[in-house]
């Protein structure tokens, strides 16, 4: 079946640990690609997205992302972490002119002080 | 600017009741989504609105499940009658864009966490 697959379901860091979230996702063809965060007790809002052109991506606080189209991978990444990136993450995949927003099923990552 | 506005934030009720929930698009978003999300999985698609139009409901339930968007604005989901395993969060969001050139971002309200006890 089609899906959008998140590796880790609970990440624990400690501050300054540097960040890796894998997603993959299953569709053929033209994706674009989505990380999107919810912060404890906020809405889900938009880090970084991917349509085309430069595969590596900069979102807002630091994150980045790079599409990988062999590997069918965009993995979020930032170098060092804070308590504030406490929060779950979600990666999300769109085929363009279909409109369905699909999303993975989410990683919580808890950041230590 | 406002985002999307959504009621009751909490509902708990008993199964076999009905409940409804209520969304505010951003102003101006055309397109409207009702998605739910249970307990650790991510959002999933339930309906879609192009202005008043449902252009994709193939997720909706529909035997217990609604939803209309009248004047193509704010939404209503409703659920008659609630099951056990209706608990989840229902979320509502607007973009901007026509109906088969969404690679927008969407805009999530913040959303209405049902309990059916």
């Known amino acids: 079946a089609q899906s959008v697959s998140q590796h880790n379901h609970h990440v624990i860091l400690s501050e300054a640990a540097s960040l890796e979230l894998g997603c993959n996702y299953s569709?053929?063809?033209?994706?674009?690609l989505f990380w999107y965060v919810q912060y404890p007790g906020q809405h889900l809002q938009l880090l970084l997205k991917y349509f085309s052109g430069d595969p590596l991506v900069k979102g807002i606080k630091g994150f980045e992302a790079e599409f990988i189209k062999s590997k069918f991978s965009f993995n979020l990444r930032k170098p060092s972490v804070q308590w504030s990136d406490t929060a779950e993450y979600f990666c999300a995949v769109n085929r363009g002119r279909l409109g369905k927003l699909i999303f993975g099923q989410g990683t919580e990552l808890s950041v230590k002080p | 600017e406002a985002g999307v506005v959504q009621s009751p934030r909490y509902k708990i009720i008993e199964k076999k009741q009905p409940v409804a929930f209520w969304c505010n698009p951003i102003s101006g978003h055309n397109t409207l989504y009702w998605y739910l999300q249970n307990l650790g999985q991510g959002p999933e698609l339930l309906i879609r609105y192009e202005n008043e139009e449902a252009v994709d409901d193939s997720q909706l339930p529909k035997d217990r499940f609604s939803a209309e968007r009248l004047k193509g604005v704010d939404s209503t989901l409703k659920i008659q009658p609630a099951e056990l395993g209706d608990s989840a969060v229902y979320l509502c969001a607007s973009s901007l864009g026509d109906s088969y050139a969404n690679t927008g971002e969407l805009f999530f309200g913040e959303g209405s966490r049902l309990t059916v006890l």
């Open positions: 569709y053929g063809g033209t994706v674009n």
